[in-house]
């Protein structure tokens, strides 16, 4: 290998390559953490917080602010991070500590899964520091920069329905509602994505049907005593969430009616909002 005037050569046997190379003068200094001291989130609950999110994140760049996660960072303790692409929204909820101010930005999806990648230790301490412009991630063998999504966050909070308008609060095991949807899901119309979801006493019924390709209807039992409701979904959107979270997990879905958004919560650490389809 050598340098030429005009790249770096590599060549071997019958082989050979030039390639264009830059100054490395001009390459951006390293960010300095210790300047900033930062947050710390515990790698394994951050880990967790990610994937319950940026799944959502929208991946048209008409709606560029919703491509990134919101993550809040506040000096209560708790850390905060929020995705929706307009038609859902997953919002996860941990520990933080060192939060000396209020923060927030909007970390882009690319980013997010980056450093997802570089969590092996689930104990590890992580340091992250949120800059005007930028976000600073420190694991134990990565710093990660990354530019901030530029723009204003949907207001999330209003669009979570309110404790006193919820009609059905219904208990269900995360694993058998994906392995109904998963199986309802079969017979679902390409065009018009509707997965109906019966929820009854006793029992909840999952029905799709697919013009003349036949019909699904699935039902399983529930500990629900409350009244009637039916509500459509796009079952991908149901499938996108239950498949990060444990199959024993015990969620709780609170409706109001067949046209208002369903609330899916897992305790206080999860909630995922999904509009109905008319």
């Known amino acids: 290998d050598r340098v ?12 050979e390559y030039e390639l264009p190379y830059e100054d490395p003068d001009q390459f951006p200094d390293l960010p300095d953490l210790d300047a900033d001291g930062g947050a710390q989130l515990t790698a394994g ?7 319950r999110t940026t799944f959502a994140c929208a991946s048209e760049t008409a709606r560029f602010t919703m491509t990134g996660v919101h993550w809040g960072l506040e000096a209560d303790g708790t850390a905060r991070l929020v995705a929706t692409d307009g038609r859902r ?25 980056a450093l997802e ?18 976000a600073l991630f420190r694991t134990g063998r990565s710093v990660l920069s990354t530019r901030l999504v530029e ?9 979570i329905p ?25 017979m ?19 029905q799709a049907a697919h013009g003349t390709g036949g019909k699904s209807r699935v039902e399983i039992p529930i500990e629900f005593q409350g009244p009637a409701i039916s509500i459509a979904f796009n079952p991908q959107y149901l499938l996108d969430m ?37």
């Open 89 to 113: 929204l997953a919002m996860s909820s941990g520990s933080v500590s060192g939060v000396k101010a209020n923060a927030q930005a909007i970390i882009p999806s690319k980013a997010m899964h």
């Open 117 to 134: 990648r570089n969590l092996l230790d689930d104990e590890e301490e992580i340091r992250v520091v949120l800059r005007p412009s930028e």
């Open 242 to 278: 239950l498949k990060q979270l444990a199959a024993d997990a015990p969620l709780e879905v609170d409706l109001i009616d067949g046209n208002h958004p369903a609330l899916f919560r897992l305790g206080d650490g999860f909630q995922y909002l999904v509009m109905p389809l008319s």
């Open 188 to 206: 679902v119309d390409d065009e018009t994505r509707k997965l109906i979801l019966n929820f009854n006493p006793g029992k909840l019924s999952l």
């Open 45 to 51: 609950p951050l880990k967790e917080m990610i994937r």
């Open 162 to 186: 309110k404790r006193e308008k919820i009609v059905a609060r219904v208990p269900i095991q995360a694993g058998a509602l994906f392995s109904a949807v998963r199986q309802a899901a079969i």
């Open 151 to 159: 723009g204003r966050f949907p207001d999330y909070k209003a669009v």
């Open 4 to 15: 030429a005037g005009s790249g770096i050569m590599v060549s071997g046997g019958s082989l």
